[in-house]
């Protein structure tokens, strides 16, 4: 059973950055892909960036460019640096790993004003 806790979410004016952390309590190499959605209220959980195990990303078309996301295995951490944030980009952000199970986080809350 692994658990998942993000951190890092907060209030930021647009065209600034964020770096949020989603930390494991047990290890991550067995986890693939992980992944950070996001979601608003009274719309579906959205995918934003994942990562698998090798190092392969994809992003959301609307990140492209302003989101990175990485992962340290040895600090069973992973990562998404958010940078020329928009008000758009408000929402509840969530880890998510897969590893014979979805795995998710209690979520944090990144608020972007214009």
């Known amino acids: 059973q692994v658990q998942l806790v993000e951190s890092g979410g907060g209030l930021v004016q647009a065209g600034g950055s964020l770096r949020l952390s989603c930390v494991a309590s047990?290890?991550?190499?067995?986890?693939?892909?992980m992944a950070w959605y996001r979601q608003v209220p009274g719309k579906q959980r959205e995918l934003v960036a994942r990562?698998?195990?090798?190092?392969?990303?994809n992003y959301a078309d609307s990140v492209k460019g302003r989101f990175t996301i990485s992962r340290d295995n040895a600090k069973n951490t992973v990562y998404l640096q958010m940078n020329s944030l928009k008000p758009e980009d408000t929402a509840v952000y969530y880890c998510?790993?897969?590893?014979?199970?979805?795995?998710w986080g209690q979520g944090t809350q990144v608020t972007v004003s214009s």
């Open positions: 047990g290890s991550i190499n067995g986890l693939s892909p």
């Open positions: 998510n790993g897969i590893g014979g199970r979805m795995y």
């Open positions: 990562i698998f195990s090798g190092g392969t990303t």
